[in-house]
């Protein structure tokens, strides 16, 4: 039973224009939602979180949207660069309002072109 | 600061073969993570270790996968024997409280085995 779902395997956008990911989750205790960003042969690193009682947090290009009735967040990356090129995997915390105990979705290649 | 150190980085083994890999978290961090990460699936929590106790081992195959930390510091996973299905990149990580909150965790770069 998938409780993250990352439904786009993959996503293309063109330097400068948005990118936006999208994740769904099932468990409703999840309260505490991570996007990480892998390389190649390189481990996931750390981009940006939001707690169930915020709706949006912002950190720079990188912005996190959360509806917590539709179960589903998003992250915006405004401008997209070369360098976003990566997987994303979505995750979400499990009932201890922190990044203590994660379930990880399966990951947007997100492919930026010039 | 250094991060999560793993090795090996790569290990090609046949199957009912053992092998183990070895993680030093980030100093000062007491909460250590194993993952298994199979190819086009996103991390799975095998194992999570709070200093040396273990606190949640409920996905590990425990008839073939074993975990230790000792010291509360390095830990070391093992299989044995190995399966064709533990083809994975195992990632350790670790996390730091702040506040009573743990607000992140810091993964090291992998190991990924190939069972043959």
């Known amino acids: 039973d998938q409780q993250v779902k990352q439904n786009s395997p993959s996503l293309s956008v063109q330097e400068g224009r948005i990118s936006i990911l999208n994740c769904d989750y099932t468990n409703s205790m999840f309260d505490y939602f991570l996007w990480y960003k892998k390389y190649p042969a390189e481990g996931p690193t750390f981009l940006i979180s939001i707690s169930s009682i915020k709706d949006k947090n912002e950190d720079g290009r990188f912005t996190v949207f959360l509806n917590k009735s539709a179960k589903h967040l998003s992250l915006h990356i405004v401008p997209s660069q070369p360098g976003d090129s990566a997987v994303y995997f979505c995750?979400?915390?499990?009932?201890?309002?922190?990044?203590?105990?994660?379930?990880f979705g399966t990951g947007t290649r997100l492919q930026v072109t010039l | 600061e250094a991060g999560v150190a793993q090795s090996p980085r790569y290990k090609i083994i046949e199957k009912r073969q053992s092998v183990a890999f070895w993680c030093n978290p980030i100093s000062g961090h007491a909460t250590l993570y194993w993952y298994q990460q199979i190819l086009g699936q996103g991390p799975k929590l095998l194992i999570q270790f709070q200093n040396n106790g273990v606190v949640d081992d409920s996905q590990l195959p425990k008839d073939r996968f074993s975990a230790e930390r000792l010291k509360g510091v390095d830990s070391t996973l093992k299989i044995q024997p190995a399966k064709l299905e533990d083809s994975a990149v195992y990632l350790c990580a670790s996390s730091l409280f702040i506040g009573g909150a743990v607000k992140q965790q810091f993964f090291g770069p992998g190991t990924r085995l190939t069972v043959l």
């Open positions: 995750a979400a915390g499990g009932g201890t309002g922190t990044a203590s105990k994660l379930t």
